[in-house]
């Protein structure tokens, strides 16, 4: 035996609704161990980064909110905790959201002003090839998905498609309109798993 074996990075993903499963398949391809997040006892062993899934914003805040899992998360991201948000993920973490209804609170931890829906019902989804600051091409899956309107100076814009802001990080935090779980480019996982790593 040679080297001693890297710890894997243990990777929390929120499991209330949505497209949570294929996170896990593609960050477990990457060496890493996910913990599905369901109640507050699933937060009690430490935690490198978390995932916020796709799905439906609405219920996702509104079941955060009635299984006390809001004010636990919302402390670990604003302590630094790595996050990857995608679509309803990242409703999920925008300071200010537009076309949102919903009376429960998002973790406002990224500050940026999301569109809900911002494709329309009809035109929600598509799939295009963006280009991603420091990657390159990558291929992009929008299901009914937002776009960020504005983001502060801070913030840094990595993908724009039509010129709407589809991709940011900010200190900690990745956020992306679209669903790089659902195709087989692992790169924006692989770029959440070193800041959970570092
Ligand atoms: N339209 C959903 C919402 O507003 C997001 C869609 C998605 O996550 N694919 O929450």
């Known amino acids: 035996m040679s080297a001693r ?3 894997r990075p243990q990777i929390g993903v929120l499991a209330l609704q949505g497209a ?6 593609m960050l477990a391809r990457l060496g890493a161990d ?11 062993a430490p935690l490198d980064g978390l995932v916020l899934p796709g799905g439906e914003s609405t219920t996702q805040k509104k079941l955060l909110t009635d299984l006390g899992l809001y004010e636990p998360l919302r402390k670990k991201i604003a302590q630094g905790l790595p996050v990857l948000a995608t679509c309803a993920g990242l409703i999920l973490l925008a300071r200010n959201a537009t076309q949102d209804h919903s009376p429960y609170p998002s973790f406002g931890t990224l500050p940026v002003r999301v569109r809900r829906n911002a494709y329309g019902r009809q035109l929600g989804s598509f799939s295009t090839t963006g280009e991603i600051k420091g ?19 801070e913030v840094d814009v990595l993908a724009r498609v039509d010129g709407n ?13 679209f669903h790089p779980e659902l195709g087989s480019d692992t790169r924006l996982h692989a770029a959440f798993l070193s800041l959970a790593a570092s």
């Open 20 to 25: 949570f499963l294929e996170h896990e398949k």
């Open 34 to 44: 996910c913990r599905e997040l369901r109640e507050k006892s699933d937060l009690e």
């Open 135 to 153: 990657l390159g091409a990558f291929p992009m899956r929008f299901i009914r998905a937002p776009f960020i309107e504005e983001a502060a100076p």
């Open 5 to 7: 074996a890297a710890k």
């Open 165 to 177: 802001i589809v991709a940011v990080r900010y200190q900690h935090q990745i956020a992306l309109a």
